[in-house]
């Protein structure tokens, strides 16, 4: 009898010892960068014990060296251990004792994996499974990062280009060297436009005078001048629905007294890398819909302009007490 309580002891011993000589290999592996090593060591662990933590390290490695068919077998096998008693956005998986993963992670795997694979119908759905959470976590970067790359896989590199551009702003480093190699290829500007700050920016129109746009003035009661000036302007982008048009401003303008109850768009248009907003008046014939999508760098089918695109605009300067100046652009 006590032969046989020794043997069980002993085989207990020589499994668990087993055991912990795989992890031991497996992180000694990991962190020397030797991933095929750690997934030798992960297929003989998890033969003996499928744990649900080596299952998550071997779809990680071979996510890093491009076995995306095996990581997606093994993301799949996770996914059946996630809980459905919250949202998706607040589902985990408890992969060790110590360690859960958020269930958009793993999706986040599988679209990755799908895209290097080429099944972008596949990325496409989980990029739309995903969507909540990039949202609920204001992550707008990494899900405007993944419609760039969709985008770009189908062809259309105007969408392409203005996803990476919005995802490049957010901060979302990847999106940059998507964003310059489409630029390099299609013409379209490589330098990110920056809104203006506090301070303003000072415009120059085709006269060669200049004024203040832009900047924030402690007091303002009426502009002290008002002129029809032409700016030129590196692109355009859209248009942007306001509510309602400035009355104070618009009793200036010639023939738009009373007009403020009318819907008002405001054209986003680029000059020097700055983003500058002009309003357009109700009946402003510049800018037509063919117009802008020539000068707009977001469609599909943009080409490089043979020359600038120069606006006609009323100028409203403001000027305070301290000699602070601004002004804003009506497109006439």
Request: charged content about 25%; hydrophobic content about 35%; some cysteine.
């Amino acid at each position: 009898m006590k032969k046989i309580v020794l043997y069980f002891t002993l085989l207990t011993f020589s499994l668990y010892s087993c055991h912990t000589d795989y992890k031991s290999k497996i992180d000694n592996a990991l962190q020397n960068g030797y991933d095929e090593l750690a997934i030798n060591y992960l297929n003989k662990a998890i033969e003996e014990a499928p744990t649900l933590e080596y299952l998550y390290m071997r779809a990680n490695c071979q996510m890093r060296i491009g076995k995306y068919e095996n990581a997606l077998r093994d993301f799949t096998r996770l996914l059946q251990y996630s809980s459905t008693e919250m949202q998706e956005i607040d589902s985990y998986i408890n992969i060790s004792k110590d360690s859960s993963v958020n269930i958009n992670s793993i999706y986040e795997n599988q679209l990755s994996a799908y895209y290097h694979l080429g099944r972008i119908d596949s990325a496409e759905n989980k990029l739309i499974q995903l969507s909540s959470y990039f949202d609920y976590y204001h992550l707008y970067g990494q899900k405007d990062y993944w419609n760039g790359l969709i985008a770009k896989e189908k062809g259309n590199m105007g969408d392409a280009y203005c996803y990476f551009l919005n995802a490049t702003k957010e901060g979302y480093t990847k999106a940059l060297a998507e964003l310059k190699e489409i630029a390099k290829n299609t013409g379209r500007p490589s330098e990110i436009p920056l809104e203006i700050g506090p301070a303003g920016i000072e415009l120059q129109f085709t006269d060669g005078t200049k004024w203040g746009f832009g900047k924030q003035l402690k007091e303002i009661q009426k502009p002290i001048k008002v002129e029809k000036k032409r700016i030129i302007v590196d692109y355009v982008r859209e248009y942007i629905l306001m509510n309602f048009l400035n009355k104070n401003a618009l009793k200036y303008i010639p023939g738009m007294r009373n007009k403020e109850k009318q819907a008002a768009s405001v054209c986003l248009a680029y000059m020097h890398n700055k983003i500058i907003r002009i309003i357009k008046l109700p009946n402003s014939k510049q800018l037509t819909n063919t117009l802008l999508e020539k000068y707009n760098v977001c469609l599909n089918d943009y080409t490089l302009p043979d020359k600038p695109l120069i606006l006609d605009v009323w100028v409203l300067k403001y000027q305070d007490t301290q000699g602070e100046k601004t002004c804003e652009l009506y497109l006439i």
